[in-house]
């Protein structure tokens, strides 16, 4: 027999049970769809990120959103902390520090007092740190009416030719006997004692320096004074040449 005959049959005998038996398979499909749908949205919310919070879905949507977890204190902290960072004032770019360390390092090597001095040329002053003075004694012991004599050397260590002073004011000569001053190249000369020598490399300069055993000072239209027998010690005293070493003698 024909199904449809069959239905047809059906609905002309009793129509209440034919719309019946629709009504019920309609719901079973509407069953069976609202299933689906659940599980598939189900599935789906187990894959979102733990960060995001799901919409919440039932009877009541509001109680459920009321009883999500509020931010706790450290969101705030941090919500206040990108609020009280500076903001740059217009026209005034930041400089980050490293930066300003740069500069200010570029302006400390670029300050007139670290400019390099122009080389040295043949002829020029000598610095003071080439030269190298000394100072030597002919003898230790001076019999009485021997006069001691000294010989003064200097000399040039640099790579160039250069000028310096070598007179008794520059390079003086010191005798003392303990902290008394007994005698000095440096009083009672003539002129201006201003000497101007070249002074090649290696080559020193070298001066005779001879004392008449006589006491020395600024007057010189007085009488000097004998020295008396004793010890003594000859030195050199010039301007930044360090300590050139002295001579220690004895008078009889």
């Known amino acids: 027999m024909d199904p449809d005959t069959f239905r047809d049959d059906l609905r002309q005998a009793d129509p209440e049970i034919y719309w019946r038996r629709r009504m019920a398979l309609l719901v079973a499909?509407?069953?069976?769809?609202?299933?689906?749908?659940?599980?598939?949205?189900?599935?789906?919310?187990?894959?979102?990120?733990?960060?995001?919070?799901?919409?919440?879905?039932?009877?009541?949507?509001?109680?459920?959103?009321?009883?999500?977890?509020?931010?706790?204190?450290?969101?705030?902290?941090?919500?206040?902390g990108r609020r009280a960072q500076p903001t740059p004032t217009p026209g005034r770019p930041a400089v980050p520090t490293a930066t300003a360390s740069a500069a200010v390092t570029a302006a400390t090597t670029l300050s007139p007092n670290t400019v390099p001095s122009p080389p040295r040329q043949e002829g020029d002053p000598c610095a003071k740190g080439d030269l190298v003075v000394s100072l030597s004694g002919e003898r230790q012991v001076y019999p009485g009416g021997t006069r001691p004599r000294f010989t003064l050397t200097l000399v040039n260590t640099g790579d160039l030719m250069c000028k310096t002073d070598v007179g008794p004011r520059a390079l003086e000569v010191r005798i003392t006997s303990g902290k008394d001053r007994i005698w000095s190249s440096s009083d009672c000369i003539?002129?201006?004692?201003?000497?101007?020598?070249?002074?090649?490399?290696?080559?020193?300069?070298?001066?005779?320096?001879?004392?008449?055993?006589?006491?020395?000072?600024?007057?010189c239209d007085i009488s000097r004074a004998g020295a008396r027998p004793g010890t003594y010690v000859a030195a050199v005293h010039a301007d930044d040449l360090g300590n050139p070493g002295k001579a220690v003698f004895h008078l009889r």
Do not use: F, M
């Open 29 to 80: 499909v509407l069953v069976v769809v609202a299933v689906v749908a659940w599980a598939c949205s189900s599935t789906s919310g187990a894959h979102r990120p733990s960060g995001a919070q799901a919409i919440p879905t039932g009877p009541d949507p509001l109680a459920a959103l009321a009883a999500s977890p509020k931010p706790g204190p450290s969101a705030n902290a941090g919500e206040k």
């Open 190 to 219: 003539s002129g201006d004692g201003i000497e101007i020598r070249r002074l090649e490399r290696g080559i020193p300069y070298v001066r005779p320096i001879e004392w008449d055993r006589l006491r020395s000072g600024s007057r």
